[in-house]
């Protein structure tokens, strides 16, 4: 079978089982706690307070979301704080890109919070809402430019496959250059970390605001 069928073949299949690849993260039985009570700046070691108030000056959800559950690892928290100062603020990725392979993320763990931070600001970046809205439903987006495209066929294959073929590593390579090509292996895998923690604490978007990902 020619490579380029075999190709088709591998998205197709794929991409029919992204709807189905996990279960939606799920909120906290009504009526129980929270596994991780919400933090707040004085319950910190005062060593840590410097690192919480520069999350609350930079977070929309201040000491919630990841972050509640971070900062039971001080240490971790600011390690972590200062990877993700780098892959959101200053990576070579462009932010339209980098939102997308975030949002990839989001998807691919049915990430409530995850896809609720970061579908607005991919759209403000510049991702077409249809790329972002074929994502979210489980399709192949349609109509993404090439660099986009890339974006997504490296974070499939990394995701069904753990590596890349040549072909693909040598055409994205050519559009992103090294360095944009490292530095989205590492976004999408740090995101994969956040995701996880999220659901290890069950965190979700604020009180009253729909669920990206209604539980079935």
């Known amino acids: 079978m020619k490579p380029a069928i075999m190709r088709l073949i ?12 996990t279960m939606a993260q799920t909120p906290p039985t009504p009526g129980e706690p929270k596994r991780f009570p919400q933090i707040t700046l004085e319950q910190l070691p005062p060593d840590a307070r410097p690192l919480g108030e520069e999350i609350i000056a930079i977070s929309s959800v201040g000491l919630g979301g990841p972050y509640n559950v971070m900062l039971r690892s001080p240490v971790f928290a600011d390690r972590m704080k200062r990877l ?3 892959l959101r603020f200053n990576t070579s990725l462009p932010t339209r890109l980098n939102e997308f392979a975030i949002l990839i ?7 409530q919070v995850e896809w609720y931070a970061h579908y607005p600001l991919a759209l403000k970046a510049g991702l077409p809402q249809q ?8 399709i192949r987006p349609r109509d993404m ?3 986009e495209a890339v974006v997504y066929d490296v974070s499939m294959e990394m995701i069904q496959n753990h590596q890349i073929s ?3 590593f040598q055409k994205s390579k050519a559009i992103l250059g090294e360095q944009q090509l490292v530095d989205l292996v590492a976004v999408s895998g740090t995101y994969v ?9 069950q965190e979700m978007p604020p009180a ?4 990206p990902f209604p539980p079935k």
Not at 131 to 138: C, M
Not at 193 to 201: F, H, I, R, Y
């Open 10 to 21: 591998q998205i197709c299949a794929f991409t029919l089982g992204m709807a189905s690849l």
């Open 84 to 86: 993700l100062d780098y």
């Open 105 to 111: 993320q989001g998807k691919v763990w049915s990430s």
């Open 131 to 138: 790329v972002a809205d074929d994502l979210k439903s489980g």
């Open 145 to 147: 430019k090439p660099d």
């Open 166 to 168: 040549d072909a693909l």
């Open 193 to 201: 970390t956040v995701a996880m923690l999220l659901a290890l604490g």
């Open 208 to 211: 009253g605001k729909p669920l």
